[in-house]
């Protein structure tokens, strides 16, 4: 039982299996123990480490006139998305998601962020016809922007969803530089890389790991793609390899952590994961440096265990899957858990579309399925903050949004809110997004209808932008953004020496009623799908 792509968050997963990114695998997922597994040689466990060579990122050839195949693919490939500059823009007649729902009025962008009052030189001025902007989607729960290659593969998805912005798990500090460096070349989406994964010496993902790479030896990866701590005192003595990481977050694995007994099964080796005491330990240290923590979990009593450790963020809703193929009752969370996260305030992401890749007898899925959305249901009702987070490594955000609005636990504005300004928030909580007021970046989608009456047009948003930067397919539009600036002063100079009148000022406020304005210039409907002269399409 495999869950999506395996990442490179590792570095070796690419080198010993590249044909990997054709499967549906990921390094961090748990698989079912054979029922008879094979002693482990002894041979094997101490032969000598193979090299690493230098990771490179993989790149498709080149198209050549001899390649008529490659060059029928090359020519229907969509326009890869690229950022103009920063601009000026006033958006009239925008309807835009508060997070409740949709306020009307005129929104103005300047140096990346809304403000309150007219640009004095505005760049793009566009009527949008009553259509409805919403920020952009966050994922919480990913391995796909990785390392170079990874990037290559998978960013120009993320535009496309209007997903702009994503947490990494358990990347490699070299490769998570090189993604960072690359993403932000490429206008988006940004990343939070956590780079420190710490888990036991019999934990997650070492399983995977072995089994990706059998010729290799187990310490090859103890303490160097994972970091393992048996005992609270190996906390302190091992802090120097999580710092060295650099993480932007510290990730631990639970799994089963009630259960002691598991690990004297050697099947189980790599499957399993901290005790409760020293998640706790990992947990305090890593506050004391100002750290984030965030525990993968399995079962109520991993989830429990870590509320009580003092979490920032829970990793999955209990019911996702079951490896050990155990009663459903074992993933059931309680009011009382649920209430003490709240109390808590540790956010949980839900994870709910991972389950489909998970495999199990019919009456096992559908009651493991069943557990999940009472979990979502009383996390919810406790008012616990959920994070929108897909866990598959072959799609974004937008599959997440779905699954979790097939369970029928929320509205569609709860979706929108959660998705829009919860996650984006909780991943980067020093910056002011997933908001439309005065001083927020300047970021958002464009849909051509309500997303709040059908969540299936956030499928196919009709314009991006990202900072006050247009984020389109169209090169032109990119590179020409900022050529045709007008001054509203200058406009309405024009405008009186016709025989025109306008005061030139501000008429609208971003959050403010829809008021009458006499614009400074006579400006046309613009329909986000139709005007690429006008910067609006894409």
């Known amino acids: 039982m495999l869950r999506h792509l395996c990442a490179r968050a590792l570095p070796i997963l690419l080198l010993a299996a590249p044909a990997c990114f054709a499967q549906d695998q990921n390094p961090f997922a748990r698989r079912a123990p054979a029922v008879n597994p094979p002693p482990a040689s002894s041979a094997a466990a101490s032969a000598p480490a193979r090299p690493i060579p230098a990771a490179t990122p993989r790149r498709p050839a080149p198209v050549t006139a001899a390649s008529p195949a490659a060059a029928a693919s090359a020519a229907h490939a969509p326009a890869p998305f690229v950022a103009s500059a920063p601009l000026a823009l006033e958006l009239h007649n925008a309807r835009w998601f508060d997070g409740k729902g949709f306020q009307r009025g005129t929104l103005f962008v300047l140096d990346g962020r809304f403000t309150p009052t007219r640009p004095k030189r505005v760049n793009r001025r566009m009527d949008l016809g009553d259509q409805y902007l919403v920020a952009p989607l966050a994922d919480a729960h990913n391995y796909n922007l990785q390392n170079e290659w990874a990037v290559g593969q998978y960013a120009q998805r993320y535009l496309r969803d209007g997903v702009f912005y994503a947490a990494m798990f358990c990347a490699d500090p070299n490769d998570a530089e090189a993604a960072r460096a690359r993403l932000e070349a490429a206008g988006g989406p940004e990343a939070l890389f956590v780079t420190a994964c710490v888990t036991s010496s019999d934990g997650q993902p070492l399983g995977a790991l072995a089994e990706a790479a059998p010729e290799r030896a187990r310490s090859d990866f103890i303490d160097k793609t994972v970091i393992a701590m048996d005992k609270p005192e190996d906390v302190a003595r091992k802090w120097p390899l999580v710092l060295a990481r650099k993480p932007d977050a510290v990730r631990l694995m639970l799994a089963e952590s009630d259960r002691p007994e598991l690990r004297a099964r050697p099947e189980l080796w790599g499957r399993l994961g901290l005790t409760p005491e020293v998640a706790a330990a990992v947990t305090q240290r890593a506050h004391k440096t100002g750290l984030r923590v965030i525990a993968h979990v399995e079962t109520a009593a991993d989830f429990g265990a870590a509320v009580r ?148 047009t956030l499928n196919a948003p009709l314009l991006r932008a990202d900072q006050g930067r247009l984020i389109t397919q169209n090169l032109d539009v990119a590179e020409r953004s900022d050529e045709s600036s007008i001054s509203t002063a200058e406009a309405a100079k024009k405008k009186a020496g016709r025989g025109g009148k306008s005061s030139g000022k501000s008429t609208g406020k971003s959050g403010s009623a829809p008021t009458k304005s006499k614009t400074a210039t006579k400006k046309s409907p613009v329909k986000a799908s139709q005007a690429a002269s006008g910067a609006a399409a894409q």
Do not use: Y
Request: glycine share 6%.
């Open 309 to 456: 450790a003092g979490v920032d963020w829970i990793d999955h809703v209990p019911g996702f899957t079951d490896p050990l193929g155990e009663p459903a009752e074992r993933f059931a969370l309680t009011p009382e858990l649920a209430a003490d996260a709240a109390r808590a305030q540790v956010a949980v992401v839900t994870g709910a579309a991972a389950a489909r890749l998970f495999k199990a007898p019919p009456e096992l899925q559908a009651a493991l399925a069943a557990t999940l959305k009472r979990n979502l249901q009383l996390l919810k009702d406790a008012g616990v903050t959920l994070l929108l987070g897909s866990d598959l490594f072959t799609d974004t955000a937008q599959a997440e949004l779905h699954a979790l609005a097939a369970t029928g636990v929320f509205s569609n504005a709860e979706l929108l809110r959660m998705a829009t300004q919860t996650t984006p928030r909780a991943l980067f909580p020093k910056r002011r997004v997933g908001c439309f007021e005065p001083g927020c970046e300047a970021s958002f989608l464009l849909l051509g209808a309500d997303p709040t009456a059908d969540l299936a």
